[in-house]
């Protein structure tokens, strides 16, 4: 079946310009994750969504970072005032209720702030 | 302190060899070890998890060895090959939470 689907792929932006990005999860999923990866680190969490529940906001790392989740499937990352220390590779990943062991990463966005 | 240290950073294993990495963690209160896998462009993929009431799991030539008491766990792979070159990433998950803590990742190229 289908994976974790992201777009856009790449994104250029310039400094203090606003940016959305788009996770598409495994259908039936209903858990949905996302995660920072700067040039040579880990995956740093960022946010959860479980069902309707409230999400786990705990690893934003700036009120300009902000995300939804949409009828419990696609998830929009908003970053606002985007700086260039946000530059990075933002990947959401996706998994069922109970089963985060098992996520299921997307591609991933690769974003440049010029 | 929710974190998982990794090393090395990068690692260089003729084919054949043995490749290990390893992992050091201090919060008591993980539950859960998986290790994923990263080709470029790609995202991370599930490669094998252990929970830490098992001191070892092997899934063909990749074994997760984990040491309880030292709070450490690495990953072995056994007759390596090129197409393991790969980043691997190390992690944890929070008891009772729904999140993963990475590691650092491990860059590996097997040379042929």
């Known amino acids: 079946g289908a994976g974790v689907s992201q777009s856009p792929s790449n994104k250029v932006t310039e400094k203090g310009k606003d940016v959305e990005l788009r996770c598409d999860p495994i259908?039936?999923?209903?858990?949905l994750y996302w995660y920072r990866q700067s040039l040579g680190q880990g995956l740093e969490f960022l946010i959860y969504f479980q069902g309707n529940s409230a999400p786990d906001k705990s690893g934003l790392p700036s009120d300009r970072f902000s995300a939804e989740r949409t009828g419990g499937s696609v998830s929009t990352l908003t970053i606002q005032r985007t700086q260039q220390e946000d530059s990075a590779v933002y990947l959401c990943a996706s998994s069922f209720y109970g089963d985060s062991q098992t996520q299921y990463f997307g591609p991933g966005t690769r974003l440049l702030v010029l | 302190q929710q974190q998982v240290k990794q090393s090395p950073q990068s690692l260089i294993v003729q084919k054949g060899g043995i490749s290990i990495i390893n992992c050091a963690y201090e919060n008591t209160a993980f539950d859960y070890f998986p290790w994923y896998q990263q080709f470029p462009g790609k995202g991370p993929a599930l490669l094998i998890a252990?929970?830490?009431?098992?001191s070892e799991k092997k899934e063909g030539r990749f074994t997760i060895s984990f040491n309880k008491s030292a709070k450490q766990f690495s990953l072995h792979i056994m007759d390596s090959q090129p197409g393991d070159s790969a980043t691997y990433f190390c992690?944890?998950?929070?008891?009772?939470?729904?999140?993963?803590?990475f590691g650092q990742g491990t860059r590996l190229t097997i040379n042929p």
């Open positions: 259908s039936g999923h209903t858990a």
């Open positions: 992690a944890a998950r929070v008891q009772g939470a729904q999140k993963l803590v």
């Open positions: 252990i929970r830490p009431d098992v």
